[in-house]
């Protein structure tokens, strides 16, 4: 069963960046969409970004678009989220997930694997 790992979380203030890794725990090359979700204290979860098993298609939520960049790098079974220009509202636990629907916007129950999540915090 593949297993992911997100990482690279931290505080940051407003305009910093910070890149999320998430490993994943054998090939996600061309078989698995991936997403990457975000849940702040009192709110739904939602998909932020998402690319397609071939990573030809990408998706970002209007708040992050232009700030934030979704990428695989297949060779070490890794996916990043590329966080620039940080605000106080990007504030959440992110977290990365893989599936076999790709989507748009990412639905979680389109999403079969699951991280345990990573925080970020955007403060001065």
């Known amino acids: 069963q593949l297993q992911l790992a997100e990482s690279g979380g931290g505080l940051v203030q407003p305009g910093g960046s910070l890149r999320l890794s998430c490993a994943a725990s054998?090939?996600?090359?061309?078989?698995?969409?991936i997403a990457w979700f975000r849940q702040a204290p009192g709110k739904e979860r939602e998909g932020v970004a998402c690319s397609d098993s071939t990573d030809d298609l990408t998706y970002y939520v209007d708040s992050v678009k232009g700030r934030f960049t979704i990428s695989r790098d297949n060779s070490k079974n890794t996916v990043y989220l590329q966080m620039n220009n940080l605000r106080p509202e990007d504030a959440a636990v992110y977290y990365c997930?893989?599936?076999?629907?790709?989507?748009?916007?990412?639905?979680?129950?389109?999403?079969?694997?699951w991280g345990q999540g990573t925080q970020v915090a955007v403060s001065s």
């Open positions: 997930a893989a599936g076999y629907i790709w989507s748009t916007p990412p639905k979680q129950s389109e999403y079969t694997f």
């Open positions: 054998e090939s996600i090359s061309d078989y698995y969409a």
